[in-house]
């Protein structure tokens, strides 16, 4: 076949991603942007071109607070994850010698999976709670006298949910990176004269870095777009930006919601831009 | 999401039945047109009394697709509907967000809504509903004054804030704007209504309890809740200021910006200073929080006081000096009723009215619009405990067979003129809406 007829074959093989990614994604963002600038009142939003609901946003310190919270949220969660993702990852990669064991232990890494992201999130509540089993084994074992209150309904319980959410989003892809290592290079430090150490820092990790990468963005967009877990752990007290964003929305305040929709997604692919920056994941896959 | 006003209410789609009974109605309607014009030639001649009437058997045929919050949403009453009209009801529960939403952006998704007051004031204007002729409503002269005059007895003071007869009434069929009296054109008819005020653990705070101000007494920090419903919320923080002497208010149902700042003001002092334990959101949440023990005072629902108990942990729904903030939802008509099912959906408003239901309501600590026709379908003792404010001198059941109270024991708060006649504030939009619900999201994240 002709090259040219080649390449117009392959087109139309693209066709139908492009149909699906403009309707589903493209035409609805589309929608949100526009509906960002209209007016709305109690019951109704109507088209207009006002810029007020991105003033008020831009403007409020509450905003301000909240995405400064929601960062936090989302940088502590990451030092989590990734820490102990990557230790979980590197552990059955390397020290896990039978490929059999490799996959038990890679499933049993995915049995809290088997039930809903809210279960697993609510069954921390009457664990933390003032009268639940963490604080009645500390005090039994005579550690505590007083019931340790922050431990539920506060920032500390907040980051443990996503912790434990997420952190297999982070051991997934490192995982598949670290197995893709050859292991010459490996034992070819090791001839060189590099202590374990150094050859964790100067050829493992920075050949895990498009695992470490693909698993940061999961976490970050997981984090920064996530509304419930905020509101259970926090028990109300906390706001994140996902969480104003369904208050607008159960008030009807639509084109606010959506305003600050457009805000968090262009604040979400500045970050992740930047991430991009310093791994060309296409390149390394 | 998670937001379900009650858990045990299972919840039908009415949205995903909604094409397919459009589609059936529409042809029903063409096919129905004659028998309905013989029908109506006989409700004029006066031939028929009571129900049911002539046009029974082409009754059956129509679904009314009803979607409320949780408390009224009852599939019992589905089901007794079908036995006593012969039409179908459809049910959908969802929590009061969801419930303003549908009723202001999806009119056609439902026949009857059954909204709170304060949400008809929200969403009268998008035009959704249309208003009701009274005199097609039997009982309408035994509803409660409160609805219809606004006053209890003759000489009640009026409450703060949307009192339900100040949304109950338009100029005619198509009024867009509330009247200010009797019309003959309802908006909403009264079903269920309450006062709420502040639940208490009495086991772990030992001492009585009396003013709205111990919300916010540093005695209880880290112990207290507030619910997280802007238009709920506001109130019960005013209820607090007002009575704490910090805030005086011209209506706390329509604030000013200086009276809301002001309130979100000390609300915010106290949470940075650690006074709340949670925010709630949904019935179950405030069931927990008083189960657990994490809050000992909070703003709760009658039902999750009834929850509470039922669990054997004490918990009592304490009257406080500076009154009530009470509530009442009621029946509105979809505008898209027209013909056989606008009269099927009158003839279910005339039965909601007739008893059955109320007494149904009652016996779950709720006050029903026309209290008398309850009480035929009450016994003298459970009539007493609830309505009355006696002792109970049997084991008290709810409606499910549930003992709810031993003998002896009396209602919080006492009798419905104890209850209803000592409301400080009905729940409320207020015009500077918007203003409010910004400063109350700052307050959450704060």
Known sequence: MHPSAVNRLSGLLVLPLVGILAVFLIVPVCLIVVV?????????????????NYAYILTSPVTWATYWRTVQYTVITWVFCTSIGFTVAYFLAFHVRSQTWQIALFLVCTIPFWTSNIIRMISWIPFLGRNGIANSVLRDAGLIEEPLEWLLFSDFAV??????????????????????????????ARDAGASGWQTLVHVVLPLSKPGLMIGSIFIVTLVMGDFITVRFMSGGQSASVGRVIANEIALLQYPAAAANAVILLATVLLIVSVMLRYVDIRKEL | MTDK?????????SAATGVTAKSAGLSRRSLLKGTAAIAGAAVGSGAI??????????????????????VSNLNEVAAKVKEDLGFTLEMTALDSDSVTQRAATQPKSFDIADIEYWICKKV???GNLQAMDTSKIKNYDKIVGTFRSGKLTPDSVIAQGTAPHTVGFVDGPDGKTFADSETGWMTLIPTIYNADTLGIRPDLIGRPIESWTEL???????????????SIGIMDAAMVCEAMGEVQYGDKGNMTKEEIDKTMAIFTEAKKAGQFRAFWKSFDESVNLMTSGEVVIQSMWSPAITAVRSKGIPCVYQPLKEGYRSWGGGLGLSANLSGLELDAAYEYINWYLDGWV?????????????????KNYMSEDEWGFWFEGKAAQGDITNPFGQVMEKAGSIRDGGSFYDRMGAVACWNAVMDENKYMVRKWNEFIAA
């Open chain 2, 358 to 374: 109320g007494g149904f309501l009652m016996r779950q600590g709720y006050y029903s619009a026309v209290p008398e026709t309850s």
């Open chain 2, 5 to 13: 006003t009650s858990p045990d209410l299972p919840v039908t789609d």
């Open chain 2, 49 to 70: 009394t009571g129900f049911p009437t002539i046009w029974a058997q082409n009754i059956k045929n129509v679904t009314l697709r009803q979607f409320g919050t949780g």
């Open chain 1, 36 to 52: 960002s600038f209209w007016d709305y009142n109690e019951w109704d939003f109507f088209p207009a071109f006002i810029f007020d």
């Open chain 2, 124 to 126: 009268w204007g998008a």
């Open chain 1, 159 to 188: 980051v443990l949910a996503f912790v434990h959410l997420y952190t297999l989003f982070m051991v997934v892809p490192v995982f598949n990176t670290l197995m893709r290592i050859d292991r010459s290079v490996i034992e070819a």
């Open chain 2, 216 to 230: 916010l007494n540093p005695e209880f920090k880290g112990k207290a809740s507030i619910l997280d419903i802007s």
